[in-house]
């Protein structure tokens, strides 16, 4: 099962200092470990909830450590892209897995997949047996439909105010954060009502 989808800067934004992070978008699947956590039972629903955005934002720093170290090792320069590229920057989009320990920030071990396009970083938070192909997959096509649909290339682009669009997508790619296994005939349907909903 997939704990959590996020997305949020990669690079340095002007109201940003170098090496932090701002989630732009997060979804959460799955039980709240709070409530089932007898350290944190006690916890007020306030309380719980700025709990949950810690954790997603060490999970954000990890993968911002993460791209940073990639793209300096491949030493590729990060070029602009504009609005109609989508694929080609996917295509040369950089990705990875990282491992969290138990405990950091997630009760048990989990595993991240990321991918780091221009500015954006797109993250899936797994549990470790979960099949990482798979899941690689789908993290490639909700990224490619979020770019596609919601066009997130653009320097105006406001992730925040697309969040119900972004609900939508994860509500028909990653049911309840549930990996799908999708056969062709399978797939195309569904990128029929993805279009569909997104020409609304």
């Known amino acids: ?7 949020h800067t990669v690079c340095p934004v002007s109201a940003l200092s170098a090496g932090e992070c701002r989630v732009l978008y997060s979804r959460l699947f799955g039980p709240d470990e709070a409530l089932l956590s007898e350290r944190y039972r006690g916890l007020s629903p306030e309380e719980r909830r700025l709990l949950q ?18 793209r300096e090792a491949s030493g590729r320069q990060l070029v602009d892209a504009v609005p109609g590229e989508e694929a080609l920057v996917l295509q040369d989009a950089d990705s990875g897995v990282v491992r969290l320990r138990a405990g950091d920030p997630f009760s048990e071990e989990m595993s991240v997949l990321w991918l780091g396009v221009q500015s954006l970083g797109f993250t899936l938070v797994c549990e470790p047996h979960e099949n990482l192909m798979l899941a690689e997959g789908v993290l490639r096509n909700l990224t490619r439909h979020c770019l596609e649909n919601l066009h997130m290339l653009g320097q105006n682009s ?17 049911p309840h954060g549930q990996l ?14 993805v279009a569909a909903y997104m020409a609304k």
């Open 1 to 7: 099962m997939v704990r959590c989808f996020l997305i």
């Open 53 to 70: 955005k810690e954790k997603i934002s060490v999970v954000a720093r990890q993968v911002l450590s993460a791209v940073s170290l990639s």
């Open 158 to 174: 406001e992730v925040l105010l697309k969040s119900s669009r972004i609900d939508v997508l994860l509500s028909r790619l990653l």
């Open 180 to 193: 799908l296994f999708l056969n062709h005939r399978f797939a195309q349907s569904l990128e029929k009502e």
